[in-house]
């Protein structure tokens, strides 16, 4: 009752009890239209914390010394500095400033997340970044093909060349006596490259972005019949039946899967006691404090119940399918571009995409699960906007991939079946099965009870 006669208390209330998201905003900020929600009772489950609400110099926006450095340096550039007078020297500086000045803005004009640690400007960036690689992306598409992997080996010379197609579709035995190096199994230790590290690796990372692991198994072997779907237009998803189930799925996968689901859960049991720097009166106190800046603010498990209603269903299936988009994509983008599977931009594209879908499964997740939540994520949006424009400068430049063949009449008809059976069972079960729902009547004591609460 008093928080209905004083807003300010139920709001006093709702920033006392935000405490269970891994970076939340800290409560002395003023939260942004995204975060609002995000500082709500319904996510507060974590009673192991603790934050004394001290705030350092360090977490300010600062965006008048900001805008005073931006000036200073444009203002060198424009009277201090000539210009070389080589033409693509100047327009790579020029637009390397730019995208430098836009990532300033970012940092300190966009709305905060729902991260906080190690710094709240640190998501921000991210958010900035991910908004930068789309407009990169939108610019290829206004660009031939060859124009565009020319524009690639401007970035680097070793590039504008197609690169080698790999298969792992050769010697499937499982066993074979007559392998040359005497081995056994030394089809198996053939296939054993650095990719296996990085399969168990990502999938670790994915277990703690999406914290489910029934929704990386799944998503695990759905990965698996895209690749049998999809070899005749990469060579490199021909594997082994047994590189598919067992290297991949059973081993590599389920190892990081299960992992990552131990970490999310000792994550969720983790004490959380923050002090202020200047609160703690011992040096080594002050260390691990440091060293704990790095570490998560607080963690949420994630309870999708996707068959809770049909908001929550339709933010779980969106969210594997961009999950399942992404990694699709990143092949493709490979092969149009002509970037070879070890260059280091594939690496940099993993830099941008991971931080920005660990934000972007937290704002999908809260939109599903907080009734409250009426705006959906900056991150996930922007995240979508990068899958669907990836797919489009693929379709673009991917004459060549189409020559290759087509795909097998029966992953057509698998997957047209499993489309139409997804969309007709969603449409049953969440819009036509409710009208037949007969609804059970109250007992004399359960009306009465409604009578009493003011129903």
Not at 23 to 34: F, L, W
Not at 78 to 94: C, L, M, N, P, Y
Not at 259 to 283: A, D, H
Not at 381 to 388: E, G, N, R, T
């Amino acid at each position: 009752k008093m928080a209905e006669a004083n807003p300010s208390v139920s709001r006093v209330r709702a920033t006392s009890q935000s405490s269970q998201d891994s970076h939340e905003t800290p409560v002395p900020q003023i939260p942004s239209p995204t975060e609002s929600a995000a500082n709500s009772e319904w996510k507060h489950t974590n009673a192991n914390f603790y934050d004394d609400g001290a705030i350092s110099f360090l977490w300010r926006r600062h965006t008048l010394l900001m805008l005073a450095l931006g000036i200073g340096y444009l203002v060198y550039v424009a009277v201090g500095q000539e210009t070389s007078g080589d033409d693509f020297t100047d327009a790579k500086r020029g637009l390397a400033v730019a995208a430098a000045m836009f990532l300033m803005v970012g940092v300190t004009q966009f709305n905060d997340g729902p991260f906080q640690r190690p710094h709240p400007a640190l998501w921000r960036l991210v958010l900035a970044i991910s908004v930068l690689y789309w407009l990169a992306l939108v610019f290829l598409i206004f660009q031939s093909p060859a124009r565009a992997r020319q524009l690639m080996s401007y970035l680097d010379p070793t590039l504008g060349v197609p690169p080698i197609q790999h298969t792992y579709a050769e010697r499937c035995e499982l066993i074979d006596p007559e392998h040359p190096s005497g081995n056994v199994f030394g089809n198996i230790l053939e296939k054993m490259d650095i990719f296996v590290i990085a399969h168990a690796l990502g999938w670790f990372v994915k277990a703690l972005i999406l914290r489910s692991a029934v929704l990386c198994h799944i998503l695990s072997v759905v990965f698996e019949l895209l690749e049998y779907t999809l070899q005749f237009h990469m060579p490199n998803f021909a594997e082994c039946w047994w590189d598919h189930w067992l290297l991949d799925v059973l081993l590599c996968n389920a190892a990081g899967i299960v992992l990552g689901s131990w970490t999310c859960q000792w994550l969720t049991v983790k004490e959380y006691r923050w002090k202020g720097f200047w609160n703690i009166n011992t040096y080594s106190g002050r260390m691990k404090r440091i060293v704990a800046q790095f570490t998560p603010y607080s963690w949420m498990s994630f309870d999708w119940h996707a068959l809770a209603d049909l908001r929550s269903w339709l933010c779980t299936v969106l969210l594997m399918f961009m999950v399942q988009g992404l990694d699709v994509s990143a092949f493709y983008l490979k092969d149009v571009l002509w970037v070879p599977a070890n260059h280091i931009f594939n690496i940099y594209r993993l830099l941008v995409i991971t931080p920005a879908a660990a934000v972007a499964s937290r704002e999908v997740y809260q939109y599903a699960r907080d009734p409250s939540c009426v705006r959906f994520g900056q991150q996930a949006w922007v995240l979508i906007f990068v899958l669907a424009t990836e797919m489009l400068v693929s379709y673009k430049f991917g004459a060549h991939i189409s020559e290759r063949g087509t795909p097998e009449p029966f992953w057509v008809m698998f997957w047209i079946s499993a489309l139409a059976a997804l969309v007709g069972w969603t449409i049953i079960y969440f819009l036509i099965f409710p009208l037949f729902r007969t609804r059970r009547p109250r007992t004399d004591s359960e009306s009465s009870d409604v009578v009493k609460k003011g129903q």
